[in-house]
């Protein structure tokens, strides 16, 4: 599974899309290991960029769990109507290659993209690196979503940053 989450980052990354890596893996890439069954990305909502990102996937074999077309999410009116009349919060998608790896797109930006792409890391994977986003706006975004597991890695999160800030901070 990780070298199949890696070869997603890698494609997004050579196919120049503007991208934040948030959820489990976000997790396990600021240093708390944990399982996780899907690579939880916000892909910053612009049209062109959307379909860069939808290009990259489709040529790796995504296709979307829903029966909706792949295309349709770089729509924005599209994309909101699945937001208000289906409650869409992400867009998920899988590849038959992959069977254990889906691909959820956030369907709205849960922040500020581009303050939030400012403050994000570039995380060294083996073959790649990937924005990641900061450890601080990680801890707010699952603190605002609020299930049980994002509670149980708010706490985890909050001892590795009082970790790295050290006993003064």
Known sequence: MPGAIEHVLATLE?????YLVVGGVAVVLHGHLRT????DLVVQL????????LLALEGMGFRPRSPVPLESFAD?????RLVAEKGLTV?????????GLEVDLFAEEPFDFDAVHARSVRVPLDETEVSVVALDDL??????????RDREDVEALRALRDEERGPNA
């Open 46 to 53: 612009e049209r062109e960029n959307v379909r860069r990102a």
């Open 91 to 99: 867009f998920s998608l899988w590849c038959p290659d992959e069977p």
């Open 14 to 18: 050579d196919s120049d899309v503007r």
């Open 36 to 39: 996780t069954a899907d690579l």
């Open 139 to 148: 801890i707010a975004l699952k603190e605002k979503v609020g299930r049980t």
């Open 76 to 80: 924005e009116e599209v994309r909101h």
